[in-house]
Protein backbone atom coordinates (compact mmCIF):
# COMPACT_ATOMS: atom_id res chain seq x y z
CA UNK A 1 0.00 0.00 0.00
CA UNK A 2 1.24 3.43 -0.48
CA UNK A 3 2.11 5.96 2.36
CA UNK A 4 -1.36 7.10 4.11
CA UNK A 5 -1.46 10.42 6.04
CA UNK A 6 -3.24 9.77 9.45
CA UNK A 7 -2.64 13.65 10.80
CA UNK A 8 -1.60 17.17 9.10
CA UNK A 9 2.49 15.85 7.83
CA UNK A 10 2.59 12.71 9.53
CA UNK A 11 2.23 9.69 7.16
CA UNK A 12 1.76 5.51 7.87
CA UNK A 13 4.91 4.20 5.59
CA UNK A 14 4.55 0.35 6.35
CA UNK A 15 3.64 -2.80 5.26
CA UNK A 16 0.87 -5.29 4.83
CA UNK A 17 2.04 -8.71 5.48
CA UNK A 18 -0.52 -11.01 4.36
CA UNK A 19 0.54 -14.08 4.04
CA UNK A 20 2.34 -14.62 7.69
CA UNK A 21 1.41 -17.45 9.80
CA UNK A 22 3.79 -18.21 12.39
CA UNK A 23 5.11 -14.85 14.18
CA UNK A 24 7.52 -16.60 16.61
CA UNK A 25 4.78 -19.48 17.53
CA UNK A 26 2.12 -17.15 17.80
CA UNK A 27 -0.26 -18.33 14.80
CA UNK A 28 -1.61 -15.37 13.36
CA UNK A 29 -4.50 -16.25 11.40
CA UNK A 30 -5.35 -13.05 9.75
CA UNK A 31 -1.49 -11.83 8.48
CA UNK A 32 -0.45 -8.91 10.33
CA UNK A 33 1.10 -5.58 9.50
CA UNK A 34 4.27 -3.74 10.31
CA UNK A 35 3.26 0.38 11.12
CA UNK A 36 5.79 2.58 10.98
CA UNK A 37 5.32 6.33 10.23
CA UNK A 38 7.11 9.66 8.98
CA UNK A 39 6.72 13.30 10.13
CA UNK A 40 7.66 15.95 7.41
CA UNK A 41 8.69 18.82 10.17
CA UNK A 42 11.98 20.83 9.87
CA UNK A 43 13.81 17.86 10.82
CA UNK A 44 11.66 15.01 8.95
CA UNK A 45 11.87 12.14 11.32
CA UNK A 46 10.64 8.90 10.98
CA UNK A 47 9.52 6.71 13.94
CA UNK A 48 10.82 2.53 13.25
CA UNK A 49 11.28 0.82 10.26
CA UNK A 50 9.71 -2.43 9.27
CA UNK A 51 10.59 -6.04 8.85
CA UNK A 52 13.82 -6.43 6.51
CA UNK A 53 11.66 -8.80 3.75
CA UNK A 54 9.50 -5.43 3.89
CA UNK A 55 12.82 -3.05 3.46
CA UNK A 56 11.83 -2.13 -0.09
CA UNK A 57 8.45 -1.19 0.23
CA UNK A 58 8.28 1.03 3.33
CA UNK A 59 11.56 2.97 1.23
CA UNK A 60 9.08 3.71 -1.87
CA UNK A 61 6.80 4.68 0.81
CA UNK A 62 8.86 7.09 2.02
CA UNK A 63 10.41 7.73 -1.67
CA UNK A 64 6.80 8.86 -2.76
CA UNK A 65 6.90 11.55 0.08
CA UNK A 66 10.80 12.80 0.23
CA UNK A 67 13.84 11.82 -0.67
CA UNK A 68 15.40 9.61 2.40
CA UNK A 69 18.38 11.22 2.53
CA UNK A 70 16.36 14.61 4.08
CA UNK A 71 16.00 12.20 7.33
CA UNK A 72 17.30 13.57 10.21
CA UNK A 73 16.25 11.87 12.96
CA UNK A 74 15.10 8.11 13.51
CA UNK A 75 13.31 7.10 16.77
CA UNK A 76 13.32 3.39 17.15
CA UNK A 77 10.65 2.60 19.82
CA UNK A 78 11.22 -1.19 20.10
CA UNK A 79 14.65 -3.38 18.72
CA UNK A 80 12.45 -6.58 17.54
CA UNK A 81 13.33 -7.98 13.98
CA UNK A 82 10.36 -7.23 12.82
CA UNK A 83 10.32 -3.33 13.77
CA UNK A 84 14.34 -2.68 13.07
CA UNK A 85 15.88 -4.72 10.46
CA UNK A 86 15.27 -2.34 7.62
CA UNK A 87 17.51 0.06 9.56
CA UNK A 88 20.48 -0.80 8.02
CA UNK A 89 19.14 -0.39 4.54
CA UNK A 90 17.35 3.34 5.50
CA UNK A 91 21.14 4.53 7.20
CA UNK A 92 22.26 3.57 3.95
CA UNK A 93 19.94 5.80 2.48
CA UNK A 94 20.20 8.10 5.63
CA UNK A 95 24.06 8.69 6.75
CA UNK A 96 23.27 11.87 8.53
CA UNK A 97 20.17 10.71 10.48
CA UNK A 98 20.42 10.92 14.25
CA UNK A 99 18.76 7.84 16.13
CA UNK A 100 17.16 7.97 19.11
CA UNK A 101 16.77 4.94 21.46
CA UNK A 102 16.64 3.72 25.15
CA UNK A 103 19.92 2.09 26.57
CA UNK A 104 18.94 -0.91 26.38
CA UNK A 105 17.78 -0.70 23.15
CA UNK A 106 21.03 0.85 21.89
CA UNK A 107 22.84 -2.26 23.65
CA UNK A 108 20.62 -4.36 21.84
CA UNK A 109 21.05 -2.96 18.68
CA UNK A 110 24.40 -3.58 18.59
CA UNK A 111 23.55 -7.07 18.46
CA UNK A 112 22.41 -6.88 15.17
CA UNK A 113 24.29 -4.12 13.16
CA UNK A 114 27.82 -1.89 13.53
CA UNK A 115 26.90 0.76 15.47
CA UNK A 116 29.87 2.61 15.69
CA UNK A 117 29.17 4.18 12.01
CA UNK A 118 25.82 5.81 13.27
CA UNK A 119 25.13 8.90 15.42
CA UNK A 120 23.00 6.92 18.29
CA UNK A 121 21.37 9.08 21.53
CA UNK A 122 20.16 7.63 24.28
CA UNK A 123 17.12 9.09 25.84
CA UNK A 124 14.78 8.04 28.60
CA UNK A 125 11.55 9.06 30.13
CA UNK A 126 10.87 12.70 30.22
CA UNK A 127 13.55 13.03 27.79
CA UNK A 128 12.33 15.54 24.36
CA UNK A 129 13.11 16.32 21.23
CA UNK A 130 12.16 19.65 19.11
CA UNK A 131 12.05 18.53 15.66
CA UNK A 132 10.49 22.10 14.47
CA UNK A 133 6.72 22.59 15.05
CA UNK A 134 6.97 19.69 16.90
CA UNK A 135 7.98 18.42 20.04
CA UNK A 136 8.32 14.47 21.43
CA UNK A 137 8.25 13.36 24.47
CA UNK A 138 9.87 10.04 25.23
CA UNK A 139 8.59 7.33 27.48
CA UNK A 140 10.40 4.49 28.71
CA UNK A 141 7.84 1.27 28.78
CA UNK A 142 10.61 -1.23 29.55
CA UNK A 143 9.14 -5.26 29.40
CA UNK A 144 5.82 -3.85 27.46
CA UNK A 145 7.25 -6.12 25.89
CA UNK A 146 11.01 -5.80 25.28
CA UNK A 147 13.69 -4.79 27.66
CA UNK A 148 14.12 -1.91 25.29
CA UNK A 149 10.87 -0.69 24.40
CA UNK A 150 9.63 3.02 24.76
CA UNK A 151 6.71 4.88 23.31
CA UNK A 152 7.03 8.71 21.99
CA UNK A 153 4.46 11.19 22.52
CA UNK A 154 3.71 14.07 19.98
CA UNK A 155 2.11 17.13 21.76
CA UNK A 156 1.36 19.05 18.82
CA UNK A 157 -0.58 16.13 17.42
CA UNK A 158 -2.08 14.87 20.61
CA UNK A 159 -0.34 11.36 19.20
CA UNK A 160 0.94 8.37 21.28
CA UNK A 161 2.89 6.49 18.97
CA UNK A 162 2.71 3.58 21.00
CA UNK A 163 4.99 0.82 19.36
CA UNK A 164 3.68 -3.21 20.31
CA UNK A 165 1.61 -1.73 22.67
CA UNK A 166 -2.71 -1.27 21.67
CA UNK A 167 -1.90 -3.36 18.48
CA UNK A 168 -3.45 -6.00 16.76
CA UNK A 169 -1.97 -8.90 14.23
CA UNK A 170 -4.03 -8.02 11.62
CA UNK A 171 -3.40 -7.43 8.20
CA UNK A 172 -6.46 -5.11 6.47
CA UNK A 173 -6.71 -2.67 3.94
CA UNK A 174 -8.09 -0.88 6.77
CA UNK A 175 -5.59 1.57 8.46
CA UNK A 176 -7.96 3.34 11.25
CA UNK A 177 -10.47 1.48 13.82
CA UNK A 178 -13.40 3.56 11.84
CA UNK A 179 -12.47 2.04 8.47
CA UNK A 180 -11.85 -1.70 10.30
CA UNK A 181 -15.36 -1.37 12.04
CA UNK A 182 -17.19 -0.07 8.46
CA UNK A 183 -14.97 -3.47 7.08
CA UNK A 184 -15.84 -5.78 8.94
CA UNK A 185 -16.84 -5.11 12.95
CA UNK A 186 -16.96 -3.98 16.33
CA UNK A 187 -16.59 -7.62 17.65
CA UNK A 188 -13.76 -8.78 15.31
CA UNK A 189 -11.64 -5.85 16.01
CA UNK A 190 -12.44 -6.67 19.91
CA UNK A 191 -11.65 -10.16 19.35
CA UNK A 192 -8.26 -9.31 17.40
CA UNK A 193 -7.12 -7.04 20.51
CA UNK A 194 -7.77 -10.11 23.18
CA UNK A 195 -5.64 -12.29 20.87
CA UNK A 196 -3.02 -10.35 20.46
CA UNK A 197 -2.93 -9.01 24.20
CA UNK A 198 -3.47 -12.88 25.46
CA UNK A 199 -0.62 -14.01 23.47
CA UNK A 200 2.07 -11.40 23.57
CA UNK A 201 1.29 -9.18 26.97
CA UNK A 202 -0.75 -11.14 29.22
CA UNK A 203 2.33 -11.08 31.46
CA UNK A 204 2.38 -7.68 32.30
CA UNK A 205 -1.07 -6.62 33.47
CA UNK A 206 0.34 -4.71 36.48
CA UNK A 207 3.63 -3.02 34.08
CA UNK A 208 0.39 -1.60 31.37
CA UNK A 209 -1.57 -0.31 34.46
CA UNK A 210 1.26 1.45 35.87
CA UNK A 211 2.40 2.78 32.79
CA UNK A 212 -1.45 4.35 31.65
CA UNK A 213 -1.55 5.53 35.16
CA UNK A 214 1.97 7.57 33.99
CA UNK A 215 0.28 8.87 30.89
CA UNK A 216 -2.76 9.84 32.94
CA UNK A 217 -0.43 11.35 35.58
CA UNK A 218 1.91 13.38 32.88
CA UNK A 219 -1.72 14.98 31.42
CA UNK A 220 -1.30 13.89 28.14
CA UNK A 221 -3.81 14.36 25.65
CA UNK A 222 -4.04 11.86 23.23
CA UNK A 223 -6.67 12.02 19.93
CA UNK A 224 -4.88 9.00 18.12
CA UNK A 225 -3.11 5.99 19.03
CA UNK A 226 -0.30 4.82 16.26
CA UNK A 227 0.73 1.77 16.86
CA UNK A 228 3.57 -0.71 15.62
CA UNK A 229 0.91 -3.57 14.17
CA UNK A 230 -2.79 -3.14 12.96
CA UNK A 231 -4.97 -0.52 12.95
CA UNK A 232 -4.57 3.21 14.07
CA UNK A 233 -6.68 4.14 17.28
CA UNK A 234 -8.61 7.64 15.84
CA UNK A 235 -12.41 7.40 16.06
CA UNK A 236 -12.10 6.54 20.03
CA UNK A 237 -8.74 5.78 21.56
CA UNK A 238 -10.41 5.68 24.81
CA UNK A 239 -11.87 2.43 23.94
CA UNK A 240 -8.31 0.46 23.56
CA UNK A 241 -6.77 2.19 26.77
CA UNK A 242 -10.21 1.30 28.73
CA UNK A 243 -9.93 -2.68 26.93
CA UNK A 244 -6.44 -2.72 28.17
CA UNK A 245 -7.05 -1.27 31.79
CA UNK A 246 -9.48 -4.04 32.12
CA UNK A 247 -7.59 -7.13 30.57
CA UNK A 248 -4.66 -6.11 32.90
CA UNK A 249 -7.17 -6.59 35.83
CA UNK A 250 -8.31 -9.57 35.16
CA UNK A 251 -11.49 -9.27 33.28
CA UNK A 252 -13.29 -12.70 31.73
CA UNK A 253 -16.29 -13.59 30.72
CA UNK A 254 -18.52 -16.14 32.95
CA UNK A 255 -17.55 -19.24 30.89
CA UNK A 256 -15.19 -22.10 30.95
CA UNK A 257 -13.09 -23.04 28.34
CA UNK A 258 -12.49 -26.92 27.95
CA UNK A 259 -8.71 -27.57 26.67
CA UNK A 260 -8.12 -31.09 26.00
CA UNK A 261 -6.41 -33.87 22.99
CA UNK A 262 -7.49 -37.97 23.13
CA UNK A 263 -5.37 -40.72 21.80
CA UNK A 264 -8.61 -43.05 21.72
CA UNK A 265 -11.02 -40.82 22.26
CA UNK A 266 -11.81 -41.67 26.57
CA UNK A 267 -11.05 -38.52 27.14
CA UNK A 268 -12.94 -36.85 24.46
CA UNK A 269 -15.82 -38.84 25.96
CA UNK A 270 -15.62 -37.04 29.07
CA UNK A 271 -15.43 -33.74 27.42
CA UNK A 272 -19.36 -34.74 26.66
CA UNK A 273 -20.91 -35.25 30.12
CA UNK A 274 -18.03 -31.95 31.94
CA UNK A 275 -19.38 -29.46 29.33
CA UNK A 276 -23.20 -30.49 29.60
CA UNK A 277 -22.81 -30.22 33.77
CA UNK A 278 -21.20 -26.47 33.05
CA UNK A 279 -24.26 -25.69 30.71
CA UNK A 280 -26.70 -27.05 33.00
CA UNK A 281 -25.16 -24.93 35.97
CA UNK A 282 -25.84 -21.53 33.78
CA UNK A 283 -22.53 -21.43 32.60
CA UNK A 284 -21.47 -20.83 28.90
CA UNK A 285 -18.88 -23.31 27.84
CA UNK A 286 -16.26 -24.15 24.61
CA UNK A 287 -14.62 -27.11 24.02
CA UNK A 288 -11.44 -27.26 22.35
CA UNK A 289 -9.06 -30.12 21.16
CA UNK A 290 -5.64 -29.11 21.05
CA UNK A 291 -4.37 -31.36 17.71
CA UNK A 292 -7.41 -28.84 15.88
CA UNK A 293 -6.52 -25.40 17.06
CA UNK A 294 -3.28 -23.45 17.08
CA UNK A 295 -1.85 -22.76 21.08
CA UNK A 296 -2.43 -19.28 20.44
CA UNK A 297 -6.10 -20.10 19.43
CA UNK A 298 -6.26 -21.90 23.03
CA UNK A 299 -4.69 -18.93 24.94
CA UNK A 300 -7.23 -16.43 23.35
CA UNK A 301 -9.96 -18.88 24.75
CA UNK A 302 -8.62 -19.65 28.05
CA UNK A 303 -7.81 -16.15 28.53
CA UNK A 304 -11.62 -14.38 27.82
CA UNK A 305 -12.99 -17.31 30.22
CA UNK A 306 -13.44 -17.06 33.67
CA UNK A 307 -12.24 -20.94 34.15
CA UNK A 308 -10.52 -23.49 32.55
CA UNK A 309 -10.11 -27.19 32.08
CA UNK A 310 -7.63 -29.23 31.15
CA UNK A 311 -7.85 -32.89 29.68
CA UNK A 312 -5.00 -35.28 28.58
CA UNK A 313 -4.62 -39.07 27.94
CA UNK A 314 -2.14 -40.45 30.29
CA UNK A 315 0.79 -41.60 27.38
CA UNK A 316 4.22 -43.19 29.33
CA UNK A 317 2.95 -42.17 32.73
CA UNK A 318 2.38 -38.56 32.08
CA UNK A 319 0.62 -35.98 30.09
CA UNK A 320 -0.20 -36.06 26.35
CA UNK A 321 2.43 -34.12 24.44
CA UNK A 322 0.34 -31.59 23.34
CA UNK A 323 -0.76 -30.61 26.31
CA UNK A 324 2.56 -30.52 27.77
CA UNK A 325 3.13 -28.03 24.89
CA UNK A 326 0.02 -26.03 25.62
CA UNK A 327 0.92 -25.94 29.51
CA UNK A 328 4.74 -25.21 28.71
CA UNK A 329 3.37 -22.16 26.86
CA UNK A 330 0.29 -21.09 28.92
CA UNK A 331 2.68 -21.27 32.19
CA UNK A 332 5.26 -18.69 30.35
CA UNK A 333 2.67 -16.09 30.13
CA UNK A 334 1.95 -15.81 34.04
CA UNK A 335 -1.89 -15.81 33.96
CA UNK A 336 -3.66 -14.71 36.73
CA UNK A 337 -7.18 -14.13 37.95
CA UNK A 338 -8.51 -17.41 36.34
CA UNK A 339 -9.90 -20.82 38.07
CA UNK A 340 -8.36 -24.17 36.64
CA UNK A 341 -8.65 -27.71 37.41
CA UNK A 342 -8.23 -30.99 35.27
CA UNK A 343 -9.66 -34.15 33.80
CA UNK A 344 -8.33 -37.15 31.95
CA UNK A 345 -7.92 -40.98 31.23
CA UNK A 346 -5.75 -43.68 31.58
CA UNK A 347 -5.21 -47.43 30.91
CA UNK A 348 -2.41 -49.57 33.33
CA UNK A 349 -1.51 -46.45 34.91
CA UNK A 350 -2.09 -43.12 35.67
CA UNK A 351 0.10 -39.88 35.83
CA UNK A 352 -1.59 -37.71 33.28
CA UNK A 353 -3.69 -35.56 35.83
CA UNK A 354 -1.20 -35.82 38.74
CA UNK A 355 1.30 -33.76 36.47
CA UNK A 356 -1.39 -31.42 35.32
CA UNK A 357 -2.01 -30.18 38.69
CA UNK A 358 1.92 -30.00 39.33
CA UNK A 359 2.12 -27.64 36.46
CA UNK A 360 -0.84 -25.51 37.94
CA UNK A 361 1.15 -25.23 41.13
CA UNK A 362 3.79 -23.78 39.58
CA UNK A 363 1.38 -20.65 38.27
CA UNK A 364 -0.59 -18.17 40.07
CA UNK A 365 -3.71 -19.60 39.10
CA UNK A 366 -6.74 -20.64 41.79
CA UNK A 367 -6.89 -24.72 41.72
CA UNK A 368 -9.79 -26.71 42.21
CA UNK A 369 -8.46 -30.21 43.35
CA UNK A 370 -9.05 -33.01 42.33
CA UNK A 371 -9.60 -33.52 39.48
CA UNK A 372 -11.93 -36.50 37.70
CA UNK A 373 -10.07 -39.50 35.88
CA UNK A 374 -11.34 -42.97 34.81
CA UNK A 375 -9.91 -45.97 33.13
CA UNK A 376 -10.11 -46.72 30.26
CA UNK A 377 -13.48 -45.90 27.94
CA UNK A 378 -16.20 -44.16 30.40
CA UNK A 379 -18.61 -45.86 32.20
CA UNK A 380 -22.18 -44.75 32.38
CA UNK A 381 -21.03 -44.15 36.36
CA UNK A 382 -18.18 -42.11 35.49
CA UNK A 383 -20.47 -40.20 32.69
CA UNK A 384 -22.79 -39.37 36.24
CA UNK A 385 -18.69 -38.35 37.90
CA UNK A 386 -17.80 -36.36 35.01
CA UNK A 387 -21.22 -34.52 34.99
CA UNK A 388 -21.29 -33.81 38.57
CA UNK A 389 -17.52 -32.20 38.16
CA UNK A 390 -18.29 -29.96 35.61
CA UNK A 391 -21.57 -28.84 37.54
CA UNK A 392 -19.24 -28.06 41.03
CA UNK A 393 -16.77 -26.61 38.62
CA UNK A 394 -19.24 -24.36 37.16
CA UNK A 395 -20.24 -23.49 40.69
CA UNK A 396 -17.10 -22.55 41.98
CA UNK A 397 -16.47 -20.56 38.74
CA UNK A 398 -19.31 -18.26 39.43
CA UNK A 399 -18.38 -17.98 42.84
CA UNK A 400 -15.05 -17.14 42.25
CA UNK A 401 -16.10 -14.46 39.12
CA UNK A 402 -18.11 -12.40 41.67
CA UNK A 403 -14.59 -11.23 42.85
CA UNK A 404 -14.20 -8.85 39.68
Request: charged residues 25%.
Amino acid sequence: MKAIKIKPDIYWVGAIDWAIRDFHGYVTTNGTTYNNYIVLDEQITLFDTVKHTFSKTTIDNIKSLVEPSKIKNIIINHIENDHVTSLDDIMALSPDAKIYITEKGKKGLARFFDISKWDINVVKTGDTLNIGKRNLLFLETPMLHWPDSMMTYIKEDKLLISQDGFGQHYASVARFDDEFITCYSVSELEDAVIDYYSNILMPFGILIKNKIAEIQKLGLEIDMIAPDHGIIWRKDPSKILNMYLDMANGKAELRVAIIYDTMWQSTELMTVPIAQGIQDEGVDVKVMKLRAVPNSIAIKEFWKSRGCLIGSPTLNNSMYPTVADFLTYLKGLRPRHRLIGAFGSYGWGGGAVRDIYDVFKKTELEIVEPGVQVNYRPSIEDEEKCYDFGRDFARKVKDYHTQF
